[in-house]
């Protein structure tokens, strides 16, 4: 079974433009949440996805959404980039039986 | 509110027995996560504990007390591959999961 996918792993962008990363779910997975990971800050929880449906938010602002798609891939949008939106972004996708979380490669986003 | 707190760095000897402790404070809860990041690397999972108590798989354990909103995460027989990240985690039942910002352990020969 392949595993969860993201797209793309490196990214390089300057302030105030937008970007779209994009998740792929381990086939039958539905729920798909999305992560920042910065050095010091460890994972913190961007939002939640199942059956496109938007069920739990972090605290991050209005710049950070995202959506799911009915074959539960999901893409996460920033808009004006901020230097601080440096980070690696992490989706990770749950099977029906909840627990686990399996975590994607990341993308690596720069903002210059 | 929510919180986790775990120690930020831990150095320990190969073959030696580490315990990384994780504390934390939610209303809501359903269980604590243990994950595992290789620098540059997902994190992994290692260990789900609902219940009070310590659950074993092979050299890893993990130990659980709702009550003190305490947990341990326990390395046996220390390898030096066992030098990573180690992310203490708890699932508020929200469809939310809080992570600790992760103990960085270092294993030397």
């Known amino acids: 079974k392949a595993g969860v996918t993201q797209t793309p792993r490196y990214l390089i962008k300057t302030r105030g433009q937008q970007v779209t990363l994009s998740c792929s779910p381990i086939?039958?997975?539905?729920?798909v949440s999305w992560y920042q990971q910065t050095p010091g800050q460890g994972l913190q929880f961007l939002f939640e996805?199942?059956?496109?449906?938007?069920?739990n938010k972090g605290n991050f602002p209005g710049r950070f959404s995202g959506r799911q798609f009915s074959n539960s891939r999901s893409e996460m949008n920033v808009s004006t980039l901020e230097l601080g939106d440096s980070a690696l972004y992490l989706c990770?996708?749950?099977?029906?039986?909840?627990?686990?979380?399996?975590f994607g490669p990341g993308t690596r986003l720069t903002v210059l | 509110g929510q919180n986790i707190d775990q120690p930020t760095e831990m150095t320990a000897t190969e073959g030696a027995i580490v315990q990384i402790n994780c504390t934390y404070q939610?209303?809501?809860?359903?269980?604590l996560f243990w994950y595992q990041q290789h620098a540059g690397e997902a994190p992994t999972f290692l260990s789900y504990?609902?219940?009070?108590g310590l659950e074993e798989k092979g050299r890893f354990s993990s130990f659980l007390s709702r009550s003190k909103g305490y947990s341990y995460l326990l390395l046996k027989e220390l390898q030096m591959k066992d030098s990573a990240s180690y992310l203490c985690?708890?699932?508020?039942?929200?469809?939310?999961?809080?992570f600790g910002a992760g103990t960085r352990l270092f294993v030397k020969a």
């Open positions: 985690a708890f699932d508020t039942g929200g469809f939310k999961t809080i």
């Open positions: 996805y199942f059956s496109e449906t938007q069920r």
């Open positions: 939610t209303s809501g809860f359903n269980g």
């Open positions: 504990n609902v219940l009070d």
């Open positions: 990770a996708s749950i099977g029906a039986g909840g627990g686990e979380q399996f």
């Open positions: 086939s039958g997975h539905r729920s």
